[in-house]
């Protein structure tokens, strides 16, 4: 199935909202994070709801905020839910994106990363959209170190990359870019059940649950345009 | 989408510049139109104010 | 008073091991987030009991650490507590470094930089002695944001510099550094007593309490020499 | 201090070479000696294994 089959189906029964509640937990901090300073450009790769490029824009200050999504759906609603005239989105491709050299200060990923087609080639891709200086905080929830995500490729048709975290780093490098830092970001806001309600839908004890969300939580590599 | 976009898109095929067709507008909103890729020659629509700037062959339409 | 005669009191009377227990609560977290590689050379700016230094060697993986202070005090107490041939500590001084162009590949300072005689210049030291890509993260709990740190000055001889968070950024830029990133860590450790025992020596409410440590925390401005 | 220390240290002053005296050894480890600078000519002690290499006016004794 395509990155359009896929993700429309996921834009038409509400799961681009869904993703963003459940994202924002550990999105709103990699955002504070980024330098952006009044006026700058950035860029929402795989931007779903578009929660983050409306953030951008309107808590982090940047003069223009443009997202990008393969699924045409996505980029329907994510246009629906915002109301500034400095935030835009893109139907594109991580394979090929249509953005001209140094368009962008800065640019966030949140869970998207992965589904790119030839993830060394979006690297590259972003070194040549952002101008020298310019960063890519990159964000993922599916990556090797987290094992509870590794059955996630199963459900979903669209073929993901598995990197771990020395893996970003390398292939940040392999691409041109500084790695500035990496971290576990946690999500300390979902709610963990107290350990006699384990077994769950999802974990086999409350001591996994705390290792996937308040341990491994999301990895963020911030990668910089030399 | 607005007119200053194009300030930044380009044809994803071989990043050249793009031409900008537009066939409706609404205040500073470009609603309906296209671009022309000014190498490739390619065409890629706007359609309810969304520009779809996949590469040609990834729109299954 | 001198850099020396300030920090060698304090040497001798502990606070540099108080220090490091106070400050370890936001500096691990600003530690783990270094792109730090095995084999890697590391500085830390300002090291007092030498805590950081050790903590990039064992946990970080580097090659060689090195810990810079300019009270020969400190140094002799963070030697002592130093069991690691490749931990290495020097006497010398913020505004006249004694390493040799791209000499380190990451720098880390916590609660040190902001004594500089003259920061700006010492920004651009740290540009000397990084290679091209190497990341300098400097953590301070004295600035601008954070008033409740205002009134260290007066207990401290040694004249402090008081930067807001956009003036370190602006200042980094002007040094020739990227600004790959920057936020408050917040310190959740420390322990906040009930509401009904307040005021405290340190602060009129709880309220106060926690916006100081748990929301402005530790300012963290991390640097990327181009 | 170990002597493959030297390789990244550097002259304070001018950032010119510097020149390792060993006065006292202790296996791998520099406990007593100088560093003279190449070019300033200025000497920055090494005591119990630690060299200071502050400026020279730095140091108040
Ligand atoms: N090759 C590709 N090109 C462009 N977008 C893609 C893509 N593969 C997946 N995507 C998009 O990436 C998104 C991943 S879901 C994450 C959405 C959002 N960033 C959030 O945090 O909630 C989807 O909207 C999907 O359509
Ligand atoms: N101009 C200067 N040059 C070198 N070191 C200095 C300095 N001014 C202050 N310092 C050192 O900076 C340290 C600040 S205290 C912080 C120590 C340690 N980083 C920690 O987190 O606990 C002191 O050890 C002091 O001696």
Request: proline share 6%; aromatic share 10%; charged share 30%.
């Amino acid at each position: 199935m395509s990155v359009r089959d896929e993700f429309d189906a996921w834009a038409a029964d509400g799961r681009d909202r869904g993703m963003e509640q459940r994202h924002w937990h550990t999105a709103k901090h990699v955002l504070s994070r980024m330098p952006v300073e009044s006026g700058d450009a950035v860029l929402d790769l795989g931007s779903g709801s578009g929660y983050a490029a409306r953030a951008l824009r309107e808590a982090g200050g940047a003069g223009r905020a443009v997202g990008l999504d393969g699924a045409p759906g996505m980029v329907e609603n994510a246009r629906e839910y915002t109301d500034d005239e400095s935030v835009e989105f893109v139907v594109g491709d991580f394979g090929a994106l249509p953005f001209a050299d140094d368009s962008f200060d800065h640019c966030f990923s949140m869970e998207a990363f992965y589904y790119a087609p030839d993830p060394l080639h979006t690297l590259e891709e972003l070194h040549r959209v952002l101008r020298p200086g310019g960063t890519f905080y990159c964000a993922v929830n599916f990556y090797e170190e987290n094992r509870y995500s590794h059955e996630w490729q199963e459900r979903i048709s669209v073929p993901m990359t598995r990197w771990s975290a020395p893996e970003y780093r390398a292939k940040f490098r392999e691409a041109g870019l500084y790695v500035a830092g990496q971290d576990n970001v946690p999500d300390r806001e979902v709610e963990i059940p107290p350990a006699d309600e384990f077994p769950t839908e999802g974990f086999e004890t409350r001591a996994e649950m705390v290792e996937r969300y308040r341990e491994l939580g999301t990895l963020l590599t911030v990668g910089v345009v030399p | 989408m607005k007119e200053s976009l194009v300030d930044i898109l380009c044809d994803p095929l071989d990043k050249s510049d793009l031409e900008l067709h537009v066939t409706k507008r609404e205040g500073d909103e470009i609603i309906e139109g296209k671009f022309v890729g000014t190498v490739t020659g390619e065409e890629y629509p706007i359609e309810d104010g969304i520009p779809d700037l996949r590469p040609p062959d990834m729109r299954d339409e």
